[in-house]
């Protein structure tokens, strides 16, 4: 601990609990409340937690909660119980750092080793496992909006909320197997619960963070993703994303863990939504202060579920009208999974990418049996992706309505996103595109002019698609093709 000058007695309040900071000791006392996730009405309840608080919050800061303080009546008998804890240096309080801009880069970097390290020796079991299933991760959200519903229309816009309980709904129900898999690797746990900037404190000798939730072990029950994206969210409505990414990264690395961009926005989200319900009760308490911070929650869960739709983006066209550069430059900018068709086939032929495998038109291994097995296995590919939460670009020439009815049910599906891009340029300028490719070799594709020609003949009209004039620069191409899939794929923050 750091040594401090005694700071004067103060009072610090939320919609659970008052704390009374005298001298170098913290006081909290919990209110008689009952809300639909905790039940304080009791005295006995209260002492129940209050014990249950220390015992848990000693996992990550042993050296402040020291115990638990009878308040005895004239006669002896228990009237109430407060937690006794070592007062922390409110100028060492995170969010106190990050908002008077000091660089907070080393601590949270320790703070990410910290809880890297309480998770790996935290407790794991099928009950806790059991939070982080389909069924629960649905519910969980099924019960929480339910909650915030009688906010909705008043407090909260309608609309927003509206649309995040369909984002998030379709989400998870496309995302079963990368919920099982998460749990198959061990990364549910019973964690921290409630990790917020306010809650940690940046000491010379290490973090210490604090508070975690008591009343209810099942929301401490989570993926550790969701664990520590609670305070990556609360770095970002503190106005400091990059910091959020920061930590996510370095927890990353400690925890030795990985997962895919879109569930890190799916947490994110529901750390928010806590929030937001959270500050809403504050707000239905009386304090209309919090009103904004309401809002601001439940606009922070619905850039972050939109950010995190699963996308499953054809790239189309003919040969030479530059749909592999394309799909190429979008997978790199979005940090989505890239399947080429060109490759699928020669794989499923056993030959190298870079192989010659070059035939007419419908002949040898471009025939018509070798193309459906080629899209068929393209598909199952792109689903085993997008069932792990990965967006996927089909980089494919995409000219058979067929294939493109079978991309769009597999969308369907997994509750993706389908977008349709066809690439389009002047026949003279794709002719000299495809043989200066052949002439350059190393790469999949063996198309000629000829074969080019051919399938342009045979085209299926495709009115659905946003076609993306690819004469220009690659640049101006990735920037219609990103205003395509959407204006949250351009710019998401992409904390992991």
Request: hydrophobic share 45%.
């Amino acid at each position: 601990m750091v040594d401090t000058q005694p700071e004067p007695a103060a009072v610090a309040e939320t919609h659970i609990s008052v704390v009374v900071f005298v001298g170098d000791r913290a006081y909290k006392l919990k209110k008689p409340v009952s809300f639909g996730f905790l039940d304080f009405s009791t005295r006995e309840l209260r002492e129940q937690a209050c014990h249950r608080e220390v015992a848990l919050n000693r996992r990550l800061a042993p050296d402040v909660y020291e115990g638990v303080a009878d308040v005895t009546g004239p006669d002896g008998r228990p009237w109430d119980h407060l937690v006794v804890m070592r007062r922390l240096p409110a100028d060492r309080r995170l969010s106190t750092l990050v908002t008077t801009g000091v660089d907070v880069a080393d601590h949270l970097r320790e703070l990410a080793r910290l809880v890297a390290a309480f998770h790996a020796a935290a407790d794991r079991s099928p009950e806790i496992d059991d939070a982080a299933t389909p069924a629960s991760v649905s519910d969980w959200w099924t019960r929480n909006l339910g909650e915030m519903r009688r906010f909705a229309g008043s407090l909260l816009p309608q609309p927003a909320f509206e649309e995040v309980q369909q984002l998030a709904r379709r989400y998870v129900a496309g995302r079963r197997h990368l919920f099982e898999r998460r749990i198959e690797h061990g990364a549910v746990v019973d964690g921290h619960g409630d990790l917020l900037a306010d809650d940690v404190f940046c000491l010379d000798d290490g973090p210490r963070a604090i508070d975690c939730i008591e009343f209810d072990d099942r929301l401490r029950h989570n993926d550790v993703l969701a664990d520590v994206a609670f305070l990556a969210m609360d770095l970002e409505r503190l106005g400091a994303p990059a910091l959020a990414g920061e930590f996510l990264a370095a927890y990353r690395e400690f925890a030795g863990e990985t997962w895919p961009d879109s569930l890190v926005h799916h947490y994110l989200a529901q750390r928010a939504v806590v929030r937001a319900k959270v500050t809403a009760l504050r707000v239905d308490q009386g304090d209309a202060d919090a009103a904004d911070l309401a809002r601001r929650f439940l606009e922070l869960a619905h850039e972050h579920l939109a950010a995190g739709r699963v996308r499953l983006v054809l790239v189309g066209g003919l040969p030479g009208t530059g749909k592999s550069t394309l799909s190429g430059a979008l997978s790199d900018a979005a940090g989505w999974v890239l399947l080429r068709s060109d490759e699928v086939r020669k794989d499923a032929a056993g030959i190298g990418h870079e192989q010659s495998a070059a035939a007419g038109y419908l002949e040898g291994l471009y025939s018509h049996t070798h193309t459906v097995a080629t899209y068929n296995e393209l598909l199952e590919r792109a689903r085993t992706a997008l069932e792990l939460g990965e967006s996927v670009v089909l980089d494919a020439s995409w000219t058979d309505a067929r294939e493109r009815s079978a991309a769009a049910a597999l969308a369907d599906d997994v509750a993706a996103d389908l977008v349709a891009l066809r690439c389009d340029a002047p026949r003279e300028l794709a002719a000299e595109r495809v043989d200066a490719r052949a002439r350059r070799g190393g790469d999949a594709s063996d198309a000629s002019a000829a074969v080019a020609a051919a399938m342009a003949a045979d085209a299926d009209p495709w009115p659905a698609a946003t076609v993306v004039d690819t004469t220009g620069t690659p640049d101006e191409a990735l920037s219609a093709a990103l205003d395509a899939v959407g204006p949250t794929a351009r710019g998401a923050h992409r904390p992991s």
